[in-house]
């Protein structure tokens, strides 16, 4: 193998080395970029289709879990290695690296007992790979993907859709279309009916990334019609179809070495199809496909190369969006505390926008003038003099003059009418106060998930002094309002400029109702009716004034001075600085995933910038 394999390229050799290291990490971290499609080598086939055999004699080793039903449950990644540090062939688990197996039975019986740990004890099978990697200086570099065998019908409890589960992981790993798809067939079956074909069909309907493989040859029967589908004049397969010959139970059990059966084959090749011995048996499928990888990785290498480096940005960006471990937490805790009272206040003032998990952005300035817009000015400005004001006014009248009939309205009767009024603007204010509040709120909550997204304890503990110190400020500027409205109420001021303006026109317009022929308390309560609106409508417009420049002074501006000392008085602590600063686990797991596929890709990049 070492002779024939390209030994002029060591370069695409090292790619692929690279292409395995990118597995290692996909299979690590529990996922692959959707963009990158590895290449590789998957072997597909029925149950006892005989992949084991053709396998084991690729590597040249007995190494796979053998028996009856289904043995392989999760795809297996045979990585082979050419090294020629050591004479003699080892091998190692992705997940358990560090232990090195010389005996290959043993490997074989950590394939069984990786398979049980997910799998259990019962024949179920499961996506989550196992990768065993394989160093010889007698083989080339291979990448192989062992799946589970298709299975008709379940048994020992297998659930009732086990072929359409067995069907779809197959399917799982073929449709990428940077494999290479190794379908093995038993030659002693009709080839028509071969799953492996079938399946291969259906995602490479043209054949030109299907390799064919007839295992058991030596059981065909020598008919023009089996010669004619090893020639590959009978089954268009672009790739070829390669006979090979199983080792028999009885050798098997015998332990005959895989040197004296591949011996036994290359023999009985040249014995029974002597013009094409050359392109039939194990020793040629192997040469074969390692030509036709490094052939579909040139093909593919210009579009991996694309993605390789598209991948590279977006984890860089994952990275650069999750920050670096801390050094120094307590430096770290100041400059966050910082940056959070800066971002609060550039958002206030317009000058940056919060992202919400929506997409949408919000600007807290423009948030708060809608709320001052929407909420205080129409509030207000809906609320207009009672419909029973006229009865209200009558009765106030008779009320304010006691014993005696009215000859003119007392003053006291229109203060109280007017002070009701007023009374009821109580109720908007303090609604709009509550409003502002919660927009106040919303913003902190959301720089707080954004600047303090890391570390979680940090983000609960400043949102809570947020909360206590918005609580703070509208707790003061409801006492300013209230105080405020009070006034109000208490001093109805009828020498108000505007007021004294309008209500000679009023009474005006009162006298030149006259001619109406109105009763003169009717005439009264009108007159009395108009100035209540025009008293009620010059303290609206005074509070639709007094209330946004109260909430920006006390509730926004005195939350932006106080808020940086507040959230440094209360978290700078040596003491608790450990606490906070603790990362979300997540995150951490987030980190680690990304750079060590950033590393990954980086590597891969490196090596096809060489290719190129």
Same mark, same amino acid.
């Given at each position: 193998?070492?002779?024939?394999?390209?030994?002029?390229?060591?370069?695409?050799?090292?790619?692929? %080395?690279?292409?395995?290291?990118?597995?290692?990490?996909?299979?690590?971290?529990?996922?692959?970029?959707?963009?990158?499609?590895?290449?590789? #080598?998957?072997?597909?086939?029925?149950?006892?289709?005989?992949?084991?055999?053709?396998?084991?004699?690729?590597?040249?080793?007995?190494?796979?879990?053998?028996?009856?039903?289904?043995?392989?449950?999760?795809?297996?990644?045979?990585?082979?290695?050419?090294?020629? #540090?050591?004479?003699?062939?080892?091998?190692?688990? &992705?997940?358990?690296?560090?232990?090195?197996?010389?005996?290959? +039975?043993?490997?074989r019986d950590e394939i069984v007992a990786e398979t049980d740990r997910l799998c259990g004890n019962s024949k179920n099978i499961l996506p989550d790979p196992i990768t065993l990697k394989i160093y010889s200086s007698d083989l080339p570099t291979l990448t192989l993907v062992d799946l589970p065998g298709v299975v008709k019908v379940p048994v020992d409890g297998q659930p009732e859709n086990i072929e359409e589960q067995t069907i779809n992981l197959v399917k799982s790993f073929v449709q990428n279309p940077n494999s290479i798809i190794l379908a093995v067939s038993p030659g002693n079956? +009709?080839?028509?009916? $071969?799953?492996?074909?079938?399946?291969?069909?259906?995602?490479?309907?043209?054949?030109?990334?299907?390799?064919?493989?007839?295992? %058991?040859?030596?059981?065909?029967?020598?008919?023009?019609?089996?010669?004619?589908?090893?020639?590959?004049?009978?089954?268009?397969?672009?790739?070829?179809?390669?006979?090979?010959?199983?080792?028999?139970?009885?050798?098997?059990?015998? !332990?005959?070495?895989?040197?004296?059966?591949? !011996?036994?084959? !290359? &023999?009985?090749?040249?014995?029974?199809?002597?013009?094409?011995?050359?392109?039939?048996?194990?020793?040629?499928?192997?040469?074969?496909?390692?030509?036709?990888?490094?052939?579909?990785?040139?093909?593919?290498?210009? !579009?991996?190369?694309?993605?390789?480096?598209?991948?590279?940005?977006?984890?860089?960006?994952?990275?650069? $969006?999750?920050?670096?471990?801390?050094?120094?937490?307590?430096?770290?805790?100041?400059?966050?505390?910082?940056?959070?009272?800066?971002?609060?206040?550039?958002? #206030? +003032?317009?000058?940056?926008?919060?992202? *919400?998990?929506?997409?949408?952005?919000?600007?807290?300035?423009?948030?708060?003038?809608?709320?001052?817009?929407?909420?205080?000015?129409?509030?207000?400005?809906?609320?207009?003099?009672?419909?029973?004001?006229?009865?209200?006014?009558?009765?106030?009248?008779?009320?304010?003059?006691?014993?005696?009939?009215?000859?003119?309205?007392?003053?006291?009767?229109?203060?109280?009418?007017? $002070?009701?009024?007023?009374?009821?603007?109580?109720?908007?204010?303090?609604? $709009?106060?509550?409003?502002?509040?919660?927009?106040?709120?919303?913003?902190?909550?959301?720089?707080?998930?954004?600047?303090?997204?890391?570390?979680?304890?940090?983000?609960?503990?400043?949102?809570?002094?947020?909360?206590?110190?918005?609580?703070?400020?509208?707790?003061?500027?409801?006492?300013?309002? +209230?105080?405020?409205?009070?006034?109000? #109420? @208490?001093?109805?001021?009828?020498?108000?400029? &505007?007021?004294?303006?309008?209500?000679?026109?009023?009474?005006?317009?009162? *006298?030149?109702?006259?001619?109406?022929? &109105?009763?003169?308390?009717?005439?009264?309560?009108?007159?009395?009716?108009?100035?209540?609106?025009?008293?009620?409508?010059?303290?609206?417009?005074?509070?639709?004034?007094?209330?946004?420049?109260?909430?920006?002074?006390?509730?926004?501006?005195?939350? %932006?001075?106080?808020?940086?000392?507040?959230?440094?008085?209360?978290?700078?602590?040596?003491?608790?600085?450990?606490?906070?600063?603790?990362?979300?686990?997540?995150?951490?797991?987030?980190?680690?995933?990304?750079?060590?596929?950033?590393?990954? *890709?980086?590597?891969?990049?490196?090596?096809? @910038?060489? *290719?190129?």
């Open positions: 193998f070492q002779h024939y394999y390209i030994t002029n390229n060591l370069r695409m050799d090292n790619f692929l %080395k690279v292409i395995n290291e990118l597995q290692d990490v996909f299979s690590t971290v529990g996922s692959s970029p959707d963009s990158i499609k590895l290449p590789q #080598i998957v072997v597909v086939g029925s149950q006892s289709a005989g992949k084991s055999s053709v396998l084991e004699g690729i590597v040249r080793k007995n190494f796979l879990p053998r028996g009856g039903g289904i043995v392989t449950r999760r795809p297996l990644i045979i990585q082979i290695t050419q090294e020629n #540090i050591s004479n003699q062939s080892w091998a190692c688990f &992705l997940h358990n690296p560090d232990k090195k197996y010389t005996d290959f +039975d043993e490997v079956v +009709d080839l028509a009916n $071969s799953e492996a074909l079938k399946i291969a069909r259906q995602v490479d309907p043209e054949s030109r990334r299907t390799v064919a493989v007839i295992t %058991k040859a030596d059981l065909m029967e020598r008919t023009t019609e089996n010669r004619l589908v090893l020639e590959g004049k009978s089954i268009p397969v672009k790739l070829g179809i390669i006979g090979v010959i199983n080792r028999s139970q009885a050798k098997i059990d015998q !332990e005959q070495p895989i040197d004296k059966c591949l !011996e036994e084959e !290359e &023999l009985f090749f040249k014995s029974h199809y002597q013009y094409i011995s050359g392109e039939m048996g194990t020793p040629y499928l192997t040469k074969r496909l390692c030509k036709i990888l490094l052939e579909n990785v040139k093909e593919c290498l210009p !579009e991996l190369i694309i993605r390789i480096t598209e991948q590279k940005v977006l984890q860089q960006n994952i990275l650069d $969006s999750l920050g670096t471990k801390v050094d120094d937490p307590f430096e770290m805790l100041i400059q966050l505390l910082y940056k959070f009272c800066q971002t609060f206040d550039s958002n #206030i +003032d317009g000058k940056e926008s919060i992202k *919400l998990p929506n997409g949408k952005e919000i600007s807290g300035g423009r948030h708060l003038f809608q709320q001052f817009e929407r909420t205080i000015g129409t509030d207000l400005e809906q609320l207009i003099l009672p419909e029973d004001i006229e009865q209200q006014i009558e009765q106030e009248i008779i009320s304010s003059a006691g014993a005696k009939p009215a000859l003119f309205t007392p003053n006291i009767a229109f203060e109280n009418l007017a $002070s009701n009024q007023v009374q009821s603007y109580v109720k908007p204010v303090k609604k $709009s106060i509550k409003k502002c509040c919660e927009t106040i709120t919303e913003i902190t909550m959301q720089l707080s998930k954004q600047v303090f997204k890391r570390f979680p304890n940090l983000k609960r503990e400043a949102h809570h002094i947020c909360l206590s110190l918005i609580m703070s400020k509208t707790q003061a500027v409801e006492q300013f309002l +209230d105080n405020y409205l009070k006034c109000e #109420i @208490c001093y109805i001021n009828t020498n108000h400029k &505007l007021f004294a303006k309008d209500r000679q026109r009023i009474e005006v317009e009162s *006298l030149d109702a006259d001619g109406e022929n &109105l009763p003169f308390e009717k005439q009264n309560v009108k007159r009395i009716r108009a100035l209540l609106e025009l008293y009620s409508n010059i303290i609206k417009n005074q509070l639709m004034d007094v209330l946004p420049k109260t909430v920006m002074s006390f509730m926004v501006y005195g939350f %932006k001075e106080d808020l940086h000392k507040e959230l440094i008085k209360r978290l700078a602590n040596q003491q608790k600085v450990g606490d906070l600063m603790k990362e979300d686990v997540f995150i951490e797991e987030k980190r680690e995933k990304a750079a060590k596929m950033l590393q990954a *890709l980086e590597q891969a990049d490196a090596v096809t @910038c060489l *290719l190129d």
